[in-house]
């Protein structure tokens, strides 16, 4: 009981968590909790999870070669064109990894991939054309000022490590369906899809209609277009896919 108490104490007392990251955090332990009972009761978790950290391997590994061209270019922000990557590395491993004969096909793995794929690459070419035609941003500025010690180490474990970490975690969910028998497209695949399909245009309309106010009126709110239904129409279509 004095646990709760403090824990309770902690919860009241301690900073407050916007809403969506305290519901992306409770839904990422449910589901990992879900998970671990599931696999510990069918006596596959040991099989799971040693490839789950192949994949996460694999993530890394990609966001170190980012991180090493990041030192060439001399700018941390290119890290922002490989977040989505880095979904497509542990979609693709985790595609390879599986050992039930599952290939290109018609079955949810594929489409799910494919959806992953196709997120991925809108978002990096979207991202890589901003980069290209600004300086480094501005955060990753200010953060570098607020760091002590080598800057080098700083960059790699602050930002392309957690990142690495974040994008595997963020990923469990296609990474576990990769790992599974190969499943029909059924009528709930079609459902999800279609909740997919709505959350693309959402981010990329809202892309667009921003990259388009910004070029008429800088430095000024958008309140029209998606913008006026929701503060933040891309990151809503994100949260669908």
């Known amino acids: 009981m004095e646990y709760l108490r403090k824990a309770w104490r902690f919860l009241v007392a301690g900073p ?20 671990l009972t599931l696999l510990f009761g069918y006596g ?52 390879a990894l599986n050992s039930h004969g599952l290939v290109v096909g018609a079955n949810a793995q594929t489409l799910v991939s494919a959806m992953v794929g196709i997120w991925a690459l809108r978002l990096t070419y979207h991202i890589v054309r901003r980069l290209r035609s600004h300086p480094e941003d501005k955060r990753y500025v200010d953060l570098r000022k607020k760091w002590r010690g080598s800057m080098v180490l700083n960059s790699y474990v602050r930002i392309f490590v957690v990142q690495a970490v974040l994008a595997t975690i963020i990923s469990l969910v296609v990474i576990h369906i990769n790992f599974a028998e190969p499943m029909p497209i059924g009528p709930w695949a079609f459902v999800g899809g279609l909740i997919w399909l709505v959350g693309f245009g959402f981010e990329a309309i809202g892309d667009w209609q921003l990259k388009q106010h910004l070029a008429q009126s800088p430095k000024t709110l958008m309140t029209t277009g998606l913008w006026q239904y929701t503060r933040h129409p891309n990151y809503f279509g994100e949260s669908l896919q």
């Open 16 to 35: 407050q968590l916007p809403w969506h990251a305290a519901v992306a955090i409770v839904t990422v332990i449910a589901y990992s909790a879900v998970t």
């Open 44 to 95: 596959m978790a040991a099989i799971v999870l040693s490839k789950t950290l192949l994949v996460f391997i694999a993530v890394l590994l990609f966001m170190t070669l980012v991180f090493v061209m990041s030192q060439i270019l001399g700018r941390i922000d290119i890290v922002d064109a490989a977040w989505s990557l880095a979904f497509v590395i542990a979609t693709i491993t985790s595609f």
